[in-house]
């Protein structure tokens, strides 16, 4: 309407006259964990998940990783450098604004020795794809969007109570309340803009150094959580049961 009255189409901005008029949207945040016992009762469930080597590897990285199920379900083992311990997420696939995509930089994530031995592991099954969680359909496709969604019901855990987007709330909980990571740090990872005093914004491949410290005692806090009251680990990969359709 600003446009029209500048271009002379119209005389007044006539929306001004709904300001107010039309209540905002409440906010709705996503399911997540956030506190450390029912965590741990989560992990174990996850760690215990009887599917395909793809989803099992995908339901273990994910709170590993805390990136947006979209990023991780189309994500190409040439974006991965294990030996580096490194995954650049390309720019066109983050969620930005359409030249964030199109001139902003990969997204850095530091991987934890946990994220590599599953990788190293899935690697075996689906490394002669292009991407690292194939479709059950075929080779050339993504998994599925809502794969993860049906191995969380076939669990038993209720959306209410958490949901795949969710590890990134409890990470950015947790990671600062548990561990005592600095809020800018945990932002950083997971990709939202970080301003200092001075408006401007942190350009999100430096302090790599720290990120990679957070991502590798974020793993080493997740694999305490599950701990058993014998102090056995559950492996990475022991539930796997290739013939499963999840």
Not at 21 to 34: K, R, S
Not at 91 to 105: D, I, T, V
Request: positive net charge.
């Amino acid at each position: 309407m600003r446009y029209a009255v500048a271009t002379g189409r119209a005389k007044r901005d006539a929306t001004q006259d709904l300001r107010g008029a039309i209540p905002p949207a409440q906010v709705q945040h996503l399911a997540a964990v956030t506190a450390p016992k029912p965590l741990r009762a989560f992990l174990r469930t996850i760690h215990s998940y009887v599917g395909s080597p793809t989803v099992c590897a995908a339901l273990k990285l994910a709170p590993l990783l805390f990136q947006r199920p979209t990023e991780m379900r189309l994500s190409k083992w040439s974006e991965f450098d294990l030996d580096q311990a490194t995954w650049e997420i390309p720019s066109e696939r983050m969620k930005r604004r359409k030249s964030g995509k199109l001139y902003g930089p990969a997204h850095v994530v530091p991987l934890s020795r946990q994220a590599v031995e599953i990788l190293l592991e899935l690697h075996k099954f689906t490394g002669h794809c292009q991407h690292v969680f194939p479709s059950v359909r075929g080779d050339v496709r993504p998994m599925s969007d809502g794969t993860l969604s049906a191995a969380f019901r076939l669990m038993g855990i209720d959306s209410v109570a958490a949901v795949p987007h969710g590890w990134r709330a409890t990470a950015r909980t947790l990671a600062v309340e548990q561990l005592g990571f600095p809020e800018e740090i945990v932002e950083m990872q997971l990709a939202h803009t970080v301003k200092d005093p001075l408006g401007r914004a942190y350009n999100r491949t430096q302090w790599l150094a720290q990120r990679r410290e957070l991502m590798q005692r974020w793993a080493d806090y997740l694999d305490e959580l599950r701990l058993d009251s014998t102090g056995v680990m559950t492996s990475t990969l022991e539930t796997i049961r290739p013939d499963a359709p999840y």
